[in-house]
C-alpha cells in the first residue's frame, strides 16, 4: 500500500495551494479518506475526512477556506487549501481508514510565509 502526498510548498499568505494523494495498493473506494497536518513540535491534527458515503467534515479551522475531494477513478485524494495563513504551515499528511486497517503517507510541506 502506497499513499503518495504531492503539491505542497512554499506560498505567501492569503495564497492557494491544492495538495494531492495518490493511493494504490488497496480498494481506495472502500476507505474513508483525511488530511491531517503536523506543526512542527505540535501533535498531528485533522484537517478534513471524506467518507465512502459522500459526507464531508472539517476541522473548524478549515472551514470556509479548505475543500477536499476524491476521484475515486483516479484513487487520489486532494485539499484544495485557500485564504492560507501562517498557521497553517505544517506536514500535511494523507490518511485511509476503514473498520479493518489504516494507512499514511510520508506527507508534503506546507510554508505559508512573507
Known amino acids: 500500500v502506497q499513499l503518495v502526498e504531492s503539491g505542497g510548498g512554499l506560498v505567501q499568505p492569503g495564497g492557494s495551494l491544492k495538495l494531492s494523494c495518490a493511493v494504490s495498493?488497496?480498494?481506495?473506494?472502500?476507505?474513508?479518506m483525511s488530511w491531517y497536518h503536523q506543526a512542527p513540535g505540535k501533535e498531528r491534527e485533522w484537517v478534513s475526512t471524506?467518507?465512502?458515503?459522500?459526507?464531508?467534515y472539517y476541522a473548524d479551522s478549515a472551514k470556509g477556506r479548505f475543500t477536499i475531494s476524491r476521484d475515486n477513478a483516479q484513487n487520489t485524494v486532494f485539499l484544495q487549501m485557500n485564504s492560507l495563513k501562517p498557521e497553517d504551515t505544517a506536514v500535511y499528511l494523507c490518511?485511509?481508514?476503514?473498520?479493518?486497517?489504516?494507512?499514511w503517507g510520508q506527507g508534503t510541506q506546507v510554508t505559508v510565509s512573507i
Open positions: 490518511n485511509a481508514h476503514n473498520t479493518w486497517s489504516e494507512f
Open positions: 495498493g488497496l480498494a481506495f473506494s472502500a476507505y474513508h
Open positions: 471524506f467518507y465512502t458515503d459522500g459526507r464531508i
